[in-house]
């Protein structure tokens, strides 16, 4: 199947700081990207949806300052955590809608990203 | 409007014997269907998916799934699971257009195997 990278696999960071994490489609390309969070023993939860050359679509509840997503590219999307708090750490998951001679409308997802803030 | 329901949180089986994982769904028009397993610390792969072909779908792994529209199930099922089957199991529903690619997903199955 289609292989999505996401980069880094873990990452601690200081209250206040902000975080960059990457999801890269390794062999395909895909104009439309997915952020999900992910909190322990529960199910993924839709943050954003990330648009190559728009604005992402952001979710009812979900704060578009607090997560910045760009997608500068048909094969990278990005999330910053800006000023990250201890409520922000949880399990960060991006996927890649594939289209084309790889089938329509299947989501190849990251290995996810663990962000901790102390 | 769409939603998945995952009847059991947790299933426990003996290595060898059959797997069930039960997923129901609601959905106002023709769905596509989807589950996915997730191992520990790990990002998503996907198992198989549904999308109005035939009733009966094949995964990896052995797995596979049959959806029954006059039970609005999709359940997924395994003859003989395999300590490495041991995992959390998403059952999920595109919603939307066709196009969007949105995605609702069950809570989810712990799925146990004990040797």
């Known amino acids: 199947g289609a292989v999505v990278s996401q980069h880094p696999s873990w990452v601690i960071c200081k209250s206040g700081t902000s975080v960059k994490i990457e999801c890269r489609s390794l062999?395909?390309?895909?104009?439309?990207m997915f952020w999900y969070r992910q909190f322990p023993k529960q199910s993924l939860m839709l943050m954003a949806t990330?648009?190559?050359?728009?604005?992402?679509?952001?979710e009812q509840g979900v704060e578009k300052d607090k997560f910045l997503i760009n997608h500068a590219s048909l094969t990278l999307s990005t999330l910053t955590v800006t000023s990250a708090h201890p409520e922000d750490s949880s399990f960060y998951i991006c996927s890649a809608l594939t289209g084309g001679i790889r089938g329509k409308n299947i989501q190849y997802f990251g290995a996810g990203t663990r962000l901790s803030v102390l | 409007a769409q939603s998945v329901t995952q009847l059991d949180s947790h299933v426990s089986v003996s290595e060898g014997t059959p797997v069930l994982l039960r997923c129901n769904y609601s959905?106002?028009?023709?769905?596509?269907l989807f589950w996915y397993v997730q191992h520990p610390n790990k990002g998503l792969q996907l198992l198989l998916k549904?999308?109005?072909?035939?009733?009966l779908v094949k995964g990896i792994n052995g797995f596979e799934a049959e959806f029954k529209k006059s039970e609005t199930s999709f359940h997924l099922t395994k003859p003989s699971a395999h300590m490495s089957d041991a995992a959390e199991y998403f059952c999920v529903v595109s919603y939307g257009s066709s196009n969007t690619g949105k995605l609702i997903f069950g809570q989810g199955t712990t799925l146990q195997v004990k040797p």
């Open positions: 990330s648009n190559e050359g728009s604005k992402a679509t952001y």
């Open positions: 959905s106002s028009y023709s769905p596509s």
């Open positions: 062999d395909f390309q895909a104009t439309t």
């Open positions: 549904y999308t109005s072909a035939a009733t």
